[in-house]
């Protein structure tokens, strides 16, 4: 009998650690830190929304994230259940993006991105396309191309993006 807790301990313990990491990265999407998600998401981990999160209400919101990842209530977490809460924070994390895609599009705030909402300003394309012809004859040699992918790449580990420019004329530098 004891072994058998053990092992549900152990696979308890294993299951929230790796639920952990997944709602650590999720929140981490949210935030858009690149310096290093929390250890919880804060605002659903304070269940009593007092601004304070206690010892007992992390281990009540982990317990519930194992929790609903066991899908047919048999205690256990299959690969199968595993692998669809992954998808599921994934699409959540994708919806999350698309929204503020969204948001940062639409110009004229009607809830739709239009194509001309949707086309790179025409200045932009340009002081972008000369950037990258470097030699300046009018054309972008895949040598080019190739050297500023690997420029934006490099650029301290934020996407390749010094900051996020919004059609609005708004500019975010998070």
């Known amino acids: ?11 308890v313990t294993m299951a929230a650690l790796i639920v952990g990491g997944f709602s650590t990265a999720a929140v981490a999407d949210q935030r858009g830190d690149r ?44 690969e199968a259940e595993m692998i669809a809460a992954h998808e599921q924070r994934k699409a959540e994390r994708q919806a999350r993006g698309v929204k503020r895609m969204m948001e940062r599009m639409d110009a004229n705030d009607d809830g739709v991105v239009s194509l001309a909402e949707m086309a790179p300003p025409m200045d932009r394309g340009d002081k972008m396309f000369d950037r990258v012809d470097t030699d300046g004859d009018g054309a972008i040699s895949k040598a080019e191309a190739d050297a500023a992918k690997e420029k934006m790449s490099k650029r301290k580990g934020n996407g390749g993006h010094k900051g996020k420019h919004d059609r609005k004329g708004k500019h975010d530098d998070n």
């Open 1 to 11: 009998m004891f072994n058998k807790s053990k092992t549900i301990l152990s696979a």
């Open 35 to 78: 310096q290093g998600p929390p250890m919880f998401d804060f605002a659903q981990a304070d269940a009593n929304a007092d601004g304070k999160v206690t010892k007992d209400e992390i281990a009540a919101f982990h317990s519930a994230q194992i929790a609903a990842m066991d899908t047919d209530n048999d205690g256990n977490i299959s």
